[in-house]
Nanobody, 122 residues
Framework: QVQLVESGGGLVQAGGSLRLSCAASGRTYSGYAMGWFRQAPGKEREFVASISGSSDNKYYADSVKGRSTISRDNAKNTVYFEMNSLKPEDTAIYYC???????????????WGQGTQVTVSS
């Protein structure tokens, strides 16, 4: 089993920035991909960004591309997600997940965190 714990969410003003962290514990695999997803009220969970185990491959949703960065520190079993120029539509619960491949489909991820709320005020 793998446990994932997100942190770094909160209330941010539009135009601001945030940095989310996700710490993995348990039976972790450094070669596994890590991903970030988000779910806004009344909407389906959507892909945000992902990174391969080696950090060689990174993927971003169009909605966050150019204003966000995903990174990881395998020594700390932690993945980070930084986003700037925040918009009210970025408001959602942000989840991290891990699985064998860094592709956008949620089905590729075996373990999920509980999520951290991000609220962007206008």
């Amino acid at each position: 089993q793998v446990q994932l714990v997100e942190s770094g969410g909160g209330l941010v003003q539009a135009g601001g920035s945030l940095r989310l962290s996700c710490a993995a514990s348990g039976r972790t695999y450094s070669g596994y991909a890590m991903g970030w997803f988000r779910q806004a009220p009344g909407k389906e969970r959507e892909f945000v960004a992902s990174i391969s185990g080696s950090s060689d491959n990174k993927y971003y949703a169009d909605s966050v591309k150019g204003r966000s960065t995903i990174s990881r520190d395998n020594a700390k079993n932690t993945v980070y997600f930084e986003m700037n120029s925040l918009k009210p539509e970025d408001t959602a619960i942000y989840y991290c997940a891990t699985g064998p491949v860094p592709y956008p489909s949620p089905g590729n991820y075996y373990y999920w965190g509980q999520g951290t709320q991000v609220t962007v005020s206008s």
